[in-house]
């Protein structure tokens, strides 16, 4: 489930450049496919995989963050029996959040990333304003306010010291999740007259989007 949520996720335009990397990572992504689709037809449960999961607790953040999505992609009910309900995932997921407000991988280390708080953010938006889950908004609001003390003046985000568009992706997404517009200035993603969507068609191609905006 990892595996096909960040493969969704993430631009493989870098790879596809070359035919040599572009077959191997093709058949990588096959071989992916054809395991998980194998594994539901012998009868394998991908929900119950998920709210069963057993080493969630020591798994990266990205265990509850993809797994509370994928439950609440349909909402689909969790039985009262399971190993994790959603308020556990939801609990798990506000223990990756640093002192910065950013969200990280591990629990080992201080590291934050703003794709990973992105991500964070979008798993956690439909628990913004939900009274039953009060822990949420602030650690929401604090991951917002991070999102702007690290905005650039083009109203992008940067990765690994690059602005980029997958970065800037994720938190557009996790903004327009929590129903925050990004081109209105009072809600604090507006540079110099930039939003991300325009910050997104910076990167626009001939034959689609780049990761940075000086690759083809």
Known sequence: LIFLGVGAMTDFGPLIANKKTMLLGAAAQLGIFITFVGAILLGFNVLEAIYNHKDMMTDSSNCP??????????????????????????????????????????????????????????????????????????????????????????????????????TTAQVLTAVSALNIDPTVKENGFVQNGNN???????????????????MQ
């Not at 640093?98 to 798993?123: C, E, R, V, Y």
């Not at 991300?196 to 000086?214: E, R, V």
């Open 65 to 166: 963050i993809f797994g509370l999505l994928a439950l609440d992609g349909r909402n689909y009910e969790i039985p009262k029996n399971a190993k994790w309900s959603r308020k556990d995932l939801v609990e798990q997921i506000l223990k990756f959040q640093k002192a910065s407000g950013g969200f990280g991988l591990s629990l080992d280390n201080d590291t934050t990333g703003i794709d990973m708080t992105g991500m964070a953010l979008q798993a956690l938006a439909p628990y913004y304003d939900n009274s039953a889950y009060p822990e949420v908004k602030p650690a929401v609001d604090k991951a917002l306010k991070h999102f702007k003390d690290n905005i650039t003046i083009n109203a992008g985000f940067l990765d690994m010291g690059s602005e980029n568009s997958c």
């Open 196 to 214: 991300m969507i325009s910050n997104l068609h910076t990167y626009k191609k001939d034959a689609g989007f780049a990761w940075q905006a000086t």
